[in-house]
């Protein structure tokens, strides 16, 4: 029986609606989770991150563990003391980091070995250790398994190597995480672009059982198309009656196309990104205040959004404290960003509650554009 319930509400097609309920809160999903690297969601305070509707963040092991440290933040009362927190906090494994680091990394069966990006320093990360650091030191409300995220391309014997893997070290990272009445632990499905790969994957991961499955090794450069194509089979893989979270995704459109193939959670630091760059995510595509064309531009990002940074700022002042390097920008359009993907997620919700997705889906699609 999984730790924490998953009720779902409604569906449309494959697309589907409901609540992770967990001790810290209610997750309503479909979830986008704001990425909360190293304590922080980049450019804005918890509560401005709280009143964009967000109902969890997600932390990162790899960068805590660097720094400040796992066990400092142990002592200094856990994550959710440490940056001021209290809803849910989902921490990655530092799997990822294995493949961007894959220079200064090595891999074995029993960890992974790297070099600190900061000073050199030399690191171990078994899953035991993972586990340790996310569960009992960090304190995360969802715990991921150890895995090992392949580059793409790859071939299929690399991208079973490491499927294969990390199964293995999905079922010494529930060896490790135990029975837990307050904390969940997600599997991780690989397999690359593989369907035998993630069948074989799915198979494993239920047979070793967790609370939820995630669906890695994709927005690695595959691309939308073949992402979707791997979407189009790899949900329906995994248990109906636990959440579905595709790792590391991403832009609206990939949100929405997930969302109708059946996922349920995501993360992705692109809100944040795009923001301190002076791009602008809104219901007709990306904008980019750099643009000359915003000048003068009297308007706001978004006037009937309930987000300050949306609807209280002219495109043209937006332009101007991009173009002066203010980090104002930044601050302003990370915050519009963040509400617009919580504002994205919410009316998805009730479009699958209302029985119109289908319709949303595609009048979103129609929109979108870039510039």
């Given at each position: 029986m999984a730790t924490f319930p998953f009720d779902i509400a409604a569906t449309e097609g494959a697309a589907r609606t409901g609540v992770l309920k967990t001790p810290r809160g209610d997750i309503r999903t479909p979830a986008f989770m704001p990425v909360g690297t190293a304590g922080t969601v980049k450019a804005l305070t918890v509560d401005q991150v709280k009143a964009t509707g967000a109902d969890i963040i997600l932390g990162n092991t790899y960068h805590l563990m660097l720094r400040p440290s796992a066990e400092r933040v142990k002592r200094l009362g856990g994550l959710h003391r440490f940056m001021?927190?209290?809803?849910?906090?989902?921490?990655?494994?530092?799997?990822?980091?294995?493949?961007?680091?894959?220079?200064?990394?090595?891999?074995?069966?029993?960890?992974?070995?790297?070099?600190?990006?900061?000073?050199?320093?030399?690191?171990?990360?078994t899953p035991e250790r993972s586990m340790e650091i996310q569960a009992d030191l960090l304190g995360s409300d969802i715990v991921m398994q150890l895995d090992e995220c392949v580059a793409w391309p790859a071939e299929e014997a690399r991208a079973r190597q490491g499927m294969e893997l990390?199964?293995?070290?999905?079922?010494?990272?529930?060896?490790?995480?135990?029975?837990r009445d307050s904390q969940a632990l997600f599997g991780i499905q690989q397999g690359s672009t593989f369907e035998t790969l993630r069948r074989e994957s799915s198979e494993?991961?239920?047979?070793?059982?967790?609370?939820?499955?995630?669906?890695?090794?994709?927005?690695?450069?595959?691309?939308?198309?073949?992402?979707?194509?791997?979407?189009?089979?790899a949900p329906g893989l995994l248990p109906a009656d636990r959440p579905r979270y595709l790792m590391g995704v991403g832009k609206p459109i990939d949100l929405v196309e997930a969302v109708a193939?059946?996922?349920d959670m995501f993360d992705c630091v692109l809100p944040t990104r795009s923001g301190?760059?002076?791009?602008?995510?809104?219901?007709?595509?990306?904008?980019?205040?750099?643009?000359?064309?915003?000048?003068?531009?009297?308007?706001p990002l978004d006037e009937a959004s309930a987000c300050p940074a949306s609807s209280g700022y002219s495109k043209a002042y937006l332009h101007h404290l991009?173009?002066?390097?203010?980090?104002?920008?930044?601050?302003?359009?990370?915050?519009?960003?963040?509400?617009?993907?919580?504002?994205?997620?919410?009316?998805?919700?009730t479009a699958i509650t209302e029985g119109r997705f289908a319709a949303f889906r595609t009048e979103f699609r129609s929109r979108q554009r870039t510039g």
């Open positions: 001021r927190w209290d809803g849910p906090i989902l921490t990655d494994s530092g799997g990822f980091q294995v493949m961007s680091l894959s220079g200064i990394s090595k891999v074995t069966e029993e960890a992974v070995t790297f070099a600190s990006h900061i000073d050199g320093s030399k690191h171990v990360l990390s199964a293995r070290w999905g079922a010494r990272s529930k060896a490790a995480f135990g029975e494993r991961l239920i047979e070793t059982g967790f609370d939820g499955y995630a669906l890695g090794g994709l927005a690695v450069g595959e691309g939308h198309e073949a992402m979707c194509e791997v979407l189009d089979y193939r059946g996922v301190r760059h002076g791009q602008a995510w809104t219901w007709d595509g990306a904008m980019n205040l750099k643009n000359a064309r915003f000048a003068e531009d009297d308007t991009v173009r002066s390097e203010e980090i104002l920008g930044q601050v302003l359009l990370s915050w519009h960003n963040i509400a617009f993907f919580q504002t994205l997620m919410a009316t998805m919700r």
